[in-house]
């Protein structure tokens, strides 16, 4: 699985966790990806304008500080402890404006 607790497999949000606290996803949602395979669609808030810390694929830019981009499941403790990551969220798509 992954090096997060598995105490962390309840339904709190890891955000209120003192472990990661800039992970702002439920174990829940963390665990769906992790059993897939599949990169978790977030969006990158950081501290540095045009930091982006290695691993991730980027797919849109923000604007200088934020990004959406494709996070491993198994990147987001390192993630957490990266002193340049401000947060990090799910990214949900926004339906159609009408």
């Known amino acids: 699985m992954s090096d997060l607790p598995s105490s962390w497999l309840s339904n709190t949000r890891i ?3 003192p472990q990661l606290p800039k992970v702002r996803l ?3 949602q963390i665990a769906e990806f992790q059993s897939h395979g599949e990169p978790i669609p977030a969006i990158l808030k950081v501290s540095v304008p ?3 810390p290695a691993g991730l694929s980027v797919r849109t830019q923000a604007g200088p500080t934020l990004y959406t981009v494709n996070v491993p499941p198994d990147a987001l403790l390192k993630l957490d402890r990266d002193p340049n990551v401000v947060s990090i969220e799910l990214s949900q798509p926004l339906g159609m404006i009408k």
């Open 26 to 28: 439920t174990p829940h």
């Open 15 to 17: 955000e209120t966790e």
């Open 50 to 52: 045009g930091y982006v």
